[in-house]
């Protein structure tokens, strides 16, 4: 093997391979097995079900939802923090973070004294007919909350090395802003849009502290598949609860697997040959 | 298409800014912009091509005050110092990307076309379907060029089109842009900082410093008659030589050099170095040689005045005096100047 100039790549891959096998393989593994101990017949049954159907629909929907909003919102952030220089620029790039920062649950009871209908942003709301917390809109809230420093933290890097000579070089060529910003800005992000993208999808699947306390948890509407198998878990069916999760983990690993394809071909023109 | 700039004025709060340049640049020309960094030339340009707005004055193409036409619709082609290319293109898809987005239609088979004639010109042929990061950057900028000239620019403007590549491609690079610019006669302006590159390209150099022009004409004129000491040194070595001027004579340690209307006082003289030369006796400035160092094609000799100062010469390589010898140096072509 050729010589490195770090010493201790053996010890470094050892404890990193011991690492993920402990932390991420081995409850991951768990969860297959305990869903395995399920007959195929029993296991068909348990993941659709009317009510685990719901529940990945509405998960699955409002995920979509929150992230085509955490997209575009996401973008402008973006674009607003690395293009203009304004006062309090920093502070509004600190915040971001907050998501990251602060408790789902707390996130999640916040999000819900400000929509309820007679909250900050709820009493207006509902003057208008829109009711935001204990309906999908509220889990779409919660979810597009937590997952949008996804998206503006993978954005940002990428649009703070653009060259600005790329758009001079548009605009002398005679492109309005509008083609410069679809042939060559959009272009040059949709690898990292992808990168955000997925992760604020995956991200949202996954969501539940914050969820629960603005959802109102009804089964066929408002149940995310999540609090499904946190129910099943409470009720002492592991079994269930980890056929359940079991989706929920396939589902989350083919969209990454699409989205990491996505953004190779994204991509492909950066390869030397 | 002929090019004016009646004193424009751009203000910074740093450097770069352009202090009243006014310029005319003749239809089919090709001119040189060439100051050290900081000197405007680049923020001259970009005001030509209208990615800069003035401050004040105007720039006319030909008899069209064109100050406030957008870049977008001012028709200029414009070659970034690090090629701009777009990463996510072919070359051919580069080269195209002007013709797509114009306001005047064409046919994808008129536009296929047009890729082709222009990567014949630039001698890419073979390259159409690399994308940037394949090619080399001698090779960019070539794209980069034909890209510019696919929009059928009526001016062609470069910002350091060679001063990312290295030396021997600058050299083949610059011959061949000269070339394509006779064949299409087409305005062009461009800024360098490289001396070399001006006077072996252009029709005629515009020498900046400061924001502020100090110096046109063609390269044989700004060689022969600098107008002042900074464009003596900016174009190449020179000597510097404290003198004192009396009477249209300048006086080096008693040796005396015609100084016809150079003002009395102190005062400086500028010669190259190899407008030296060494004399045992006779006549000149009393010298003694620190230390002689030896080039492919010469012998360069370190030296110093009587008074303390250095000079430098240059010598052929069969230059036969050492280190510690004493002699007489004799200079020609020297250029008087009052001190700044």
Redesign the interface.
């Known amino acids: 093997m050729r010589r490195r100039v770090l010493p201790g790549l053996p010890l470094a891959l050892g404890i990193t391979l011991v690492y993920v096998a402990i932390i991420v393989v081995l409850p991951l593994a768990a969860l297959v097995f305990k869903a395995a101990s399920l007959g195929p017949a029993d296991y068909w049954r348990i993941i659709s079900s009317d009510r685990a159907f719901a529940s990945y629909r509405v998960t699955v929907l409002c995920a979509l939802a929150a992230t085509v909003f955490n997209l575009v919102f996401g973008m402008a952030l973006a674009w607003v923090l690395v293009r203009y220089r304004f006062p309090g620029r920093r502070l509004v790039d600190a915040l971001v973070d907050l998501p990251f920062a602060l408790p789902t649950a707390v996130a999640g009871i916040a999000l819900t004294t400000l929509f309820a209908t007679n909250g900050w942003f709820g009493a207006p709301l509902s003057l208008l007919g829109i009711k935001v917390a204990y309906t999908p809109l509220g889990i779409i809230v919660a979810m597009s909350f937590t997952s949008i420093p996804f998206i503006v933290r993978t954005v940002q890097p990428v649009l703070e090395e653009l060259?600005p000579?790329?758009e001079?070089?548009?605009?002398?060529?005679?492109?309005?802003d509008l083609?410069i910003f679809v042939?060559?800005i959009l272009?040059?992000l949709t690898p990292a849009l992808l990168a955000g993208v997925s992760l604020s999808f995956a991200r949202s699947l996954g969501e539940f502290g914050a969820i629960i306390f603005i959802a109102g948890n009804q089964p066929f509407s408002t149940e995310i598949t999540a609090l499904l198998a946190f129910i099943r878990l409470e009720e002492y069916d592991y079994p269930a609860s980890a056929a359940i999760a079991s989706v929920m983990l396939l589902t989350a690993f083919v969209m990454l697997a699409i989205t990491n394809l996505m953004q190779a071909r994204a991509l492909r023109?950066?390869?030397?040959? | 298409m002929k090019i004016r700039l009646d004193n424009v004025v751009k203000e910074f709060e740093t450097f770069r800014a352009v202090h009243g340049v006014s310029l005319d640049i003749g239809s089919g020309e090709l001119v040189a912009l060439l100051g050290p960094s900081g000197s405007g030339k680049t923020t001259i340009l970009r005001m030509v091509?209208?990615?800069e707005y003035a401050d004040a004055g105007a720039i006319y193409f030909g008899d069209e005050n064109a100050t406030d036409i957008p870049?977008?619709?001012?028709g200029?082609?414009?070659v970034?110092q690090?090629y701009?290319?777009?990463?996510?293109?072919t070359v051919g898809e580069n080269i195209a990307?002007?013709m797509k987005?114009?306001?005047v239609k064409r046919s994808p088979q008129a536009i296929a076309d047009r890729v082709k004639e222009l990567l014949d010109l630039v001698q890419l042929s073979g390259l159409k379907d690399?994308?940037?990061?394949?090619i080399s950057g001698g090779q960019r900028q070539r794209v980069a060029l034909a890209?510019?000239l696919?929009?059928d620019p009526r001016v062609l403007l470069l910002d350091e089109p060679f001063g990312a590549l290295d030396a021997n491609v600058r050299r083949d690079l610059r011959r061949w842009l000269r070339k394509i610019h006779d064949e299409l006669g087409i305005t062009t302006l461009f800024v360098t900082h490289d001396q070399e590159e001006a006077l072996d390209l252009a029709d005629r150099v515009v020498i900046l410093n400061k924001g502020k022009i100090v110096q046109e004409g063609t390269p044989e004129a700004v060689c022969r008659n600098p107008a002042d000491a900074f464009v003596m040194n900016f174009l190449g070595d020179a000597n510097k030589l404290d003198a004192d001027i009396r009477g249209g004579k300048a006086y080096v340690d008693a040796v005396a050099f015609d100084a016809e209307g150079v003002a009395d006082g102190s005062g400086q003289i500028l010669f190259r170095p190899a407008d030296v030369s060494w004399r045992e006796h006779g006549h000149g400035i009393a010298a003694r040689i620190l230390r002689v160092i030896d080039r492919p094609d010469s012998r360069r000799v370190l030296a110093m005045t009587g008074s303390g100062q250095a000079v430098e010469f240059d010598t052929a390589p069969e230059f036969p005096h050492r280190k510690g010898e004493e002699g007489f140096i004799d200079i020609r072509r020297p250029r008087v100047y009052a001190a700044a």
């Open positions: 060259d000579a790329l001079e070089a548009g605009q002398t060529l005679g492109a309005s083609s042939g060559v272009p040059l023109y950066t390869v030397r040959g | 091509a209208g990615l870049v977008r619709e001012r200029v082609g414009f970034f690090h701009a290319l777009f990463p996510h293109m990307f002007g987005v114009s306001k690399r994308f940037p990061a394949q890209r510019a696919a929009v």
